[in-house]
């Protein structure tokens, strides 16, 4: 059996992981790093089905790890892009009420922006029709983010695995891990090839849980996948939305609301939805049901309902059957009251939030988290804004490695 040996090997080719890999090259700790990626091709999940939205950072509590990495990580992202003429669209972010609630919470969104660094304004009706003539605010008042952005994930993702080829970094596709000996850092792919390393970054996404086991981590915590559907604007519907219109969100839950965005062609994506899903890749259909998995899950959301932990009955009412067009056009009216449904047609645009629950606290887990041993770190919670602050988020979680403080 071929054996390969790796200093560092990471598992998943996700932003998360390539960025992991650039930022290890970068800073000299490490030039033998090995990827492992289950997938054909790198972005088939999470990362290649991102919205594409940079976020300015303005939605998380200010000293969460969110807060600290979102707005420096979008604007380390935006060089990055620019330096290398990457597609961007650098065409804002309005945030706007749709009811008296919801007005007020403007407020505490305004505030958390300003304390978390965020170039943001507060406008009112003239400047906000002057931008989207259709759009709706209860109050006239709406909260501006010229900072925000939409780029091309996969643009992304395609310039970091050639730029990581060209500096050395190994990328195994197609490579499923089993026979792990987690105790003596080995393991087998594909039954054919044992992998040997010194430390391991797990960042496998929406299967980092069951993973993390796998290598004997023990943890309380469990993926709960939700399915994002997007709906696309049609180019005669007579609409125009030329920046990112989002509704003012709900900030006990971690879903923003199916909101408008304009990707870097000129295309307007409305959506995304967030309905649970009946397993961790089911985009379409029937395909890739876990019904066990989706049994569980249902218990778990279930009880939330049931006990109304972190407001989540709201959600359900809210968002949780957005998959349906007429609640989705619903849900589209409030930001834009003239939409209709001949307006929107479908999108094979579809992703899968890789959310995490803590059976423990029986709630949703709202940062990122990550989980370390003396040989390994596996990343468990890296759901937006991850795409947006990942090279901060690398730094993030290689600093707080065993690695890292066993390099001091």
Not at 150 to 162: A, C, F, G, T
Not at 169 to 198: H, W
Not at 273 to 291: H, K, V
Not at 354 to 370: H, I
Request: with cysteine.
């Amino acid at each position: 059996m071929k054996e390969i040996k790796g200093d560092i090997l990471i598992l998943g080719a996700g932003v998360v992981g390539l960025s992991l890999a650039y930022r290890l090259v970068e800073r000299g700790i490490s030039k033998n790093i090995l990827i492992i990626e289950k997938e054909k091709n790198i972005g088939s999940h999470t990362s290649g089905r991102n919205s594409g939205v940079l976020h300015s950072g303005l939605y998380y509590k200010p000293e969460t790890l969110k807060a600290k990495v979102c707005s420096k990580g979008s604007k380390r992202m935006r060089e990055w892009i620019l330096s290398r003429n990457l597609s961007i669209n650098d065409c804002g972010k309005i945030i706007v009420p749709s009811s008296k609630k919801d007005d007020k919470m403007l407020d505490t969104l305004f505030e958390r922006g300003k304390k978390n660094g965020c170039d943001i304004e507060m406008w009112t009706n003239n400047k906000i029709n002057e931008f989207i003539p259709n759009a709706f605010s209860y109050s006239g008042r709406a909260i501006w983010s010229p900072k925000t952005a939409v780029i091309n994930p996969k643009e992304v993702l395609n310039q970091l695995e050639k730029e990581l080829t060209e500096k050395g970094v190994r990328i195994l596709k197609e490579s499923k891990i089993n026979n792990i000996d987690s105790k003596n850092r080995i393991f087998e792919i594909n039954n054919s090839k044992k992998i040997v390393y010194d430390y391991l970054f797990n960042t496998t996404g929406l299967q980092s849980d069951r993973v993390s086991k796998l290598f004997k981590i023990n943890h309380p915590y469990v993926l709960l996948p939700f399915k994002g559907l997007y709906w696309k604007l049609k180019s005669n519907s007579g609409i125009k939305i030329k920046c990112n219109l989002y509704p003012v969100p709900d900030l006990n839950v971690p879903f923003l609301g199916v909101h408008f965005t304009p990707n870097t062609r000129g295309d307007v994506y409305i959506g995304p939805t967030a309905t649970a899903a009946w397993g961790r890749e089911n985009y379409n259909n029937l395909e890739n049901i876990e019904p066990q998995m989706a049994i569980n899950n249902l218990f778990i959301l279930g009880k939330q309902y049931l006990y109304n932990k972190g407001g989540f009955r709201r959600y359900v009412h809210e968002q949780a059957f957005q998959s349906f067009k007429p609640f989705l056009i619903k849900a589209a009216q409030k930001l834009v009251p003239g939409i209709k449904a001949e307006h929107i047609e479908y999108s094979d645009k579809v992703g899968i939030r890789a959310q995490l629950y803590d059976l423990e606290r029986m709630s949703l887990v709202d940062d990122f988290l990550s989980i370390s041993d003396e040989s390994s770190t596996h990343v468990l919670n890296a759901i937006s804004p991850a795409f947006t602050s990942s090279f901060e988020l690398a730094d993030l979680i290689i600093n707080q490695s065993s690695l890292f403080s066993s390099n001091e």
